[in-house]
């Protein structure tokens, strides 16, 4: 975790470097930070996630996630408007030349910074525990393709599981590929500016954070699939809403829903996988192929919605597409619900 978190953090900061220049010949070493940065971030969420079973008990894992949503919604927020405070000044009052793009650089240094900064206290707070190693011949890369295969062959002796994972993949596609979508819609459909945009990506994360915290106690109340069940099905309001939204207001009001759900389906989705996994001590290989799920499914979601999008010429039948996913993701949830109560009967 030390070493992805690093990676990605110095990464990012190598961003203030990245100064546009006539013959593009630095566009590479752009691409380059911006793809360690992300390798970076991918790698240390992996761990971040699979220390969740560690922490806390399984009657305390849905409050724990939340709450790890709600605090990085608050440090994203904090640091954006810091940020989007220096652009603004400079554009006021004229410190740098604007062909300088300084406050924007200087935006990468602070994100690595506080990157850096606030990750020193689960480094020091976590305890490493005792784990099971396999010790694979080969290449470091193989071995990491092997844990995802052992994982895979597990799978098939844990049908509940099994059937998670592959709800999880289909209503996950839906929900990651709205968040990296909703501002090209609305740019495209509702020609909003960027300022307007900005204010909707500040309104989803405001909301997102008592988002998590209010299905943390629903979940307490009526359960981890139930509450994944609702919130899939506003999903698919959500997506409904999107083919008809004209205004720039209705816009707004959708961000808010957008918000709510998205909060609480990131933080219930990781602590119900964490409450689903078998007794072992190898959590990080089962919290890597969730991984791998999630990440699989934003390539396919944002291919499709771009794909549909270009084939019939709005972006809003894309997003009416996107329904169907949350609804094959729901359709397995009632079927793994099911099952579920099948083996507790057992």
Request: glycine share 8%; charged share 15%; hydrophobic share 50%.
């Amino acid at each position: 975790m030390k070493f992805f978190c690093y990676l990605g953090a110095l990464s990012c900061m190598g961003m203030f470097f990245f100064v546009k220049n006539a013959d593009g010949a630095n566009v590479f070493y752009g691409l380059a930070c911006s793809i360690l940065a992300s390798i970076g971030y991918c790698g240390s969420i992996v761990f971040y996630n699979a220390f969740l079973p560690e922490i806390a008990d399984k009657n305390e894992q849905d409050t724990v996630s939340a709450k790890g949503f709600a605090m990085g919604y608050i440090g994203s927020v904090i640091l954006m408007i810091v940020c989007l405070a220096l652009m603004f000044l400079n554009a006021s009052y004229a410190w740098f030349e604007a062909d300088l793009h300084i406050p924007e650089r200087v935006s990468f240094l602070l994100v690595g910074v506080w990157w850096i900064g606030f990750s020193q206290i689960p480094f020091r707070v976590l305890k490493e525990e005792p784990r099971h190693r396999n010790d694979y011949e080969g290449h470091i890369l193989m071995k990491g393709f092997k844990e995802l295969k052992k994982v895979w062959h597990e799978l098939q002796s844990l049908p509940v599981l099994r059937l998670y994972l592959a709800a999880f993949f289909f209503f996950n596609m839906g929900v990651q590929t709205v968040m990296y979508m909703a501002t090209y819609f609305a740019g495209d459909e509702l020609k909003m500016e960027p300022v307007q945009l900005l204010l909707v990506v500040l309104i989803i994360q405001l909301v997102a954070i008592a988002g998590a915290r209010l299905f943390a106690k629903i979940s307490d109340k009526k359960g981890n699939l139930f509450s994944l069940s609702l919130l899939v099905i506003i999903w698919i309001g959500i997506c409904i809403s999107a083919y008809v939204v004209n205004t720039v207001n209705q816009f707004y009001m959708l961000a808010f829903a957008v918000g709510m759900v998205m909060g609480g389906i990131q933080s219930l989705s990781r602590s119900t996988y964490s409450k689903f996994l078998p007794d072992t001590p190898d959590t990080a290989s089962y919290f890597s192929f969730y991984d791998v799920c999630e990440k699989l499914g934003i390539v396919i979601g944002t291919a499709s919605f771009g794909v549909i999008a270009d084939a019939l010429g709005s972006m809003r039948l894309s997003a009416l597409a996107l329904s169907v996913y949350f609804a094959l993701g729901l359709l397995i949830l009632f079927l793994m619900r099911k099952r579920h109560t099948q083996v507790l009967h057992h």
